[in-house]
C-alpha cells in the first residue's frame, strides 16, 4: 500500500467572512436550494470561478489555439447545459451560480415533481430512492447532463407524495389518549345574560332573596 492521497480543500472561502451583503445573500441561497450548508455552495462557486478563469486565460493565447480549447471548454458546459450551442466565452465568463445550482440532481428532482420541497428532494435521493437510466445516484449535488435528464426517475418502486397533509386535531387526540373528553361550553354570552335576568325575576328567586330573620322580627312584636 502506498501513502494515501493527500486530500485538497475543493472550494475557496472569501475575503471577507462576516460581509452582510455577501451572508445574506449566500443563506438565501442554500435556503432556496436546499443546501447542507455554504460549504457545498462554495463548492459550486468555486468551480464556476475555475470555468471563468479558464475563459479568461483563453483570451491571451494564439487565435489558433484558442479555437481548440474553446471548443473543449464549451463543450464540457453544453453537456451540462449551462451554455448553448453556439456559445463563446463571453457566455462562458457571464455564467451565474443560480444558473449552476439548476442543473444539480436535487433540484431537478423537486421541478420535476418527485419531491414538495427541495429538502425533502435531499433526502429522497440520500437515501437511495432516485435513479437515472435505472442506476441509483445518492449524491445531491450531481450535475445532471441534459440527455441524461429525461430519464430521471424513481429507483424501482415509485413513493407516495402527499401535496396537502391534514391538520391533526391535537384535542381529539389528547381525549383520545386519556381516554375522557373534555366538554366545551357551547353557551354564548348573550345566552348567560339572558338566563341571569330569567333566574332574578323568577319567584324562587325573589323567596332567596328575602331576609330569613323577618318572621322572628314579626313574633317578637
Do not use: C
Not at 473543449?72 to 463571453?90: N, P, Q
Not at 449552476?100 to 435521493?125: C, V
Not at 430512492?129 to 430519464?151: F, M, N, Q, T
Request: hydrophobic share 30%; no cysteine; charged share 40%.
Amino acid at each position: 500500500m502506498g501513502d494515501p492521497k493527500k486530500r485538497r480543500k475543493q472550494y475557496t472561502t472569501p475575503r471577507k467572512k462576516w460581509d452582510k451583503q455577501l451572508l445574506v445573500s449566500e443563506r438565501k441561497l442554500v435556503d432556496f436550494y436546499g443546501l447542507k450548508n455554504k460549504k457545498e455552495l462554495r463548492k459550486h462557486i468555486t468551480w464556476l470561478r475555475n470555468k471563468r478563469q479558464i475563459a479568461r486565460s483563453l483570451l491571451a493565447l494564439p487565435l489558433e489555439t484558442r479555437m481548440v480549447r474553446e471548443k473543449e471548454l464549451v463543450s464540457g458546459l453544453r453537456k451540462i447545459g449551462l451554455v448553448k450551442t453556439d456559445a463563446i466565452l463571453d457566455d462562458v465568463l457571464g455564467l451565474k451560480v443560480e444558473e449552476l445550482l439548476e442543473k444539480r440532481l436535487q433540484t431537478l428532482t423537486l421541478r420535476k415533481g418527485l419531491a414538495n420541497t427541495s429538502k425533502q428532494a435531499r433526502q429522497f435521493i440520500v437515501h437511495g430512492h432516485i435513479s437515472i437510466k435505472g442506476k441509483r445516484i445518492s449524491a445531491p449535488g450531481y450535475l445532471v447532463p441534459i440527455d441524461e435528464a429525461s430519464e430521471l426517475g424513481w429507483h424501482k418502486k415509485p413513493l407516495k407524495i402527499e401535496n396537502d397533509k391534514p391538520k391533526k386535531d391535537l384535542k381529539k387526540e389528547f381525549e383520545e389518549s386519556a381516554g375522557t373528553e373534555i366538554e366545551t361550553p357551547t353557551e354564548t354570552v348573550e345566552e348567560k345574560k339572558e338566563k341571569v335576568t330569567a333566574t332574578k325575576g323568577s319567584p324562587a328567586a325573589t323567596e332567596e332573596n328575602t331576609p330569613k330573620d323577618k318572621g322572628k322580627v314579626e313574633a317578637t312584636e
